[in-house]
T-cell receptor, first 116, second 114 residues
């Protein structure tokens, strides 16, 4: 069964500094996506970045980048030049397909606080 | 292009009552999924609707049911509410049932059962 583990319930970082959030997952599939979602106090789940497993190059979106280690089943999110607006819950997610169903399996989340 | 909208944003119900939550999918999207997010947890998949039919379900009892309408909007119904049903309910829509990479979420409905 696919599982997603986030071992850091909370993290704190100073504004303008860099922080890395960790995620590990378990799957027997070879081709898949991985996602990081941000959930600010407004509650809406916002896609931050996605990685396709067959691509060796790590995905980058502006200040957000990932370190994808397929063999280790590790998918960490690096936020550079942290901003106050980055304060949110961050969820790592893995899409699971079974029959006609496509669903996202989420980790338990990391609460990131950016301090001024 | 409108986003995913959910209503109401908050509501309080009494144990044993029934509730209906609504979701308007993003324009051009025909697949809607519902998730339950308990406090301090990640979202858990409830079920998925594609072209007005349920075609996938998570580990939730039958008192959780849904509908999808011809305009692809959706409802989540919960009967015989229990205290543990208190959670944030998220709706996500996407263009096709296979396009998991394109899912967009609404802002959720916060349900409190007392």
């Amino acid at each position: 069964a696919q599982t997603v583990t986030q071992s850091q319930p909370e993290m704190s970082v100073q504004e303008a500094e860099t922080v890395t959030l960790s995620c590990t997952y378990d799957t027997s599939e070879n081709n898949y996506y991985l996602f990081w979602y941000k959930q600010p106090p407004s509650r809406q789940m916002i896609l931050v970045i996605r990685q396709e497993a067959y691509k060796q190059q790590n995905a980058t979106e502006n200040r957000f980048s990932v370190n994808f280690q397929k063999a280790a089943k590790s998918f960490s999110l690096k936020i550079s030049d942290s901003q106050l607006g980055d304060t949110a819950m961050y969820f790592c997610a893995f899409p699971w397909r079974g029959g006609a169903t496509n669903k996202l399996i989420f980790g338990t989340g990391t609460l990131l606080a950016v301090q001024p | 292009e409108t986003g995913v909208t959910q209503s109401p944003t908050h509501l309080i119900k009494t144990r044993g009552q029934q509730v209906t939550l609504r979701c308007s999918s993003q324009s051009g999207h025909n697949t809607v999924s519902w998730y339950q997010q308990a406090l301090g947890q990640g979202p858990q998949f409830i079920f998925q609707y594609y072209r007005e039919e349920e075609n996938g379900r998570g580990n939730f009892p039958p008192r959780f049911s849904g509908l999808q309408f011809p305009n692809y909007s959706s409802e989540l119904n919960v009967n015989a509410l229990e205290l543990d049903d208190s959670a944030l309910y998220l709706c996500a829509s996407r263009k096709t049932k296979g396009a998991i990479a394109e899912a967009f979420f609404g802002q959720g409905t916060r349900l409190t059962v007392v």
